[in-house]
């Protein structure tokens, strides 16, 4: 067989043969050069399979998961909706080790393909694994974005939106958006504990009050807790002296 390739390296039944014999043998390394010059010959369908077979190679023989996902990347080339592909991508990107440049390629496509259930699965697994505070806000955000525009699960758009607000409390959209939803799901109750716990943290004055000020309309309205009303309106009064909506509502309570 290996004569006939030296003299025809196109012969079919040659390929298949060589690549039958290097996989009884667990010669992998050979048969991933038989499999890629299998694909360069081919077309369509086979030319997809071909390549996903070399990527399974790599993955699970060879060991060499990074080249394994340049291979399967290179399927959506030939066939851009690739269920094949994507899940093993997918699988890699379980992988705390590969996960960045697997979610890179699993993002913008599985957007395309409005798959936004594996989407936000890939967006919880970047989130978990970034160390970067902005970096894992943004992440949240986006998931949130998914759950909420994408997928209609308001009350988890609203679990990452509160995730993403832990990590930086004074960005105005989160807490915005969080406040919508907290009205949306009837999360009352969650919306004015991380509301009033992120308000003690905050170091700019104004966001403090702004806080506490949401806290005490919602203990006073939805919670129907005047004491926590009173206690958190007196707390925003304090960030914010000057603010004389603050101060009325506060003599009010």
């Not at 790599?58 to 994507?86: G, K």
């Not at 705390?96 to 599985?110: F, K, M, S, T, V």
């Not at 716990?197 to 806080?211: E, F, H, I, K």
């Given at each position: 067989?290996?004569?006939?390739?030296?003299?025809?390296?196109?012969?079919?039944?040659?390929?298949?043969?060589?690549?039958?014999?290097?996989?009884?043998?667990?010669?992998?390394?050979?048969?991933?050069?038989?499999?890629?010059?299998?694909?360069?010959?081919?077309?369509?369908?086979?030319?997809?399979?071909?390549?996903?077979?070399?990527?399974?190679?790599?993955?699970?023989d060879l060991d060499d998961v990074e080249e394994a996902i340049t291979t399967?990347?290179?399927?959506?080339?030939?066939?851009?909706?690739?269920?094949?592909?994507?899940?093993?991508?997918?699988?890699?990107?379980?992988?705390?080790?590969?996960?960045?440049?697997?979610?890179?390629?699993?993002?913008?496509?599985?957007?395309?393909?409005s798959r936004f259930d594996e989407l936000a699965e890939i967006l919880e697994?970047?989130?978990?694994?970034?160390?970067?505070?902005?970096?894992?806000?943004?992440?949240?955000?986006?998931?949130?974005?998914?759950?909420?525009?994408?997928?209609?699960?308001?009350?988890?758009?609203?679990?990452?939106?509160?995730?993403?607000?832990?990590?930086?409390?004074?960005?105005?959209?989160?807490?915005?958006?969080?406040?919508?939803?907290?009205?949306?799901?009837?999360?009352?109750?969650?919306?004015?504990?991380?509301?009033?716990?992120?308000?003690?943290?905050?170091?700019?004055?104004?966001?403090?009050?702004?806080?506490?000020?949401?806290?005490?309309?919602?203990?006073?309205?939805?919670?129907?807790?005047?004491?926590?009303?009173?206690?958190?309106?007196?707390?925003?009064?304090?960030a914010n002296p000057d603010d004389e909506l603050i101060l009325e509502q506060?003599?009010?309570?």
């Amino acid at each position: 067989l290996e004569n006939v390739i030296l003299i025809d390296p196109a012969h079919g039944e040659a390929l298949s043969g060589l690549a039958r014999l290097f996989e009884r043998k667990g010669d992998h390394r050979n048969l991933l050069d038989i499999l890629r010059t299998q694909a360069d010959l081919a077309e369509g369908a086979p030319k997809v399979a071909l390549i996903l077979r070399a990527g399974e190679v790599l993955e699970r023989d060879l060991d060499d998961v990074e080249e394994a996902i340049t291979t399967y990347e290179e399927v959506f080339l030939h066939d851009p909706e690739s269920s094949e592909a994507l899940e093993a991508l997918m699988r890699i990107a379980r992988l705390e080790q590969y996960r960045e440049r697997a979610a890179e390629i699993l993002e913008p496509r599985l957007r395309e393909l409005s798959r936004f259930d594996e989407l936000a699965e890939i967006l919880e697994l970047s989130a978990a694994g970034s160390v970067d505070p902005f970096g894992k806000k943004e992440k949240l955000r986006a998931l949130a974005e998914v759950h909420d525009a994408c997928r209609g699960d308001l009350p988890a758009a609203f679990d990452a939106y509160a995730r993403a607000f832990a990590e930086e409390p004074e960005d105005e959209t989160i807490f915005h958006e969080l406040d919508r939803l907290g009205d949306e799901t009837g999360k009352f109750a969650e919306l004015a504990d991380l509301f009033e716990n992120s308000a003690q943290t905050v170091g700019d004055p104004d966001m403090r009050a702004r806080l506490f000020k949401r806290v005490s309309e919602i203990a006073e309205g939805a919670l129907e807790d005047l004491e926590r009303a009173a206690r958190t309106m007196a707390r925003a009064a304090e960030a914010n002296p000057d603010d004389e909506l603050i101060l009325e509502q506060l003599d009010r309570l």
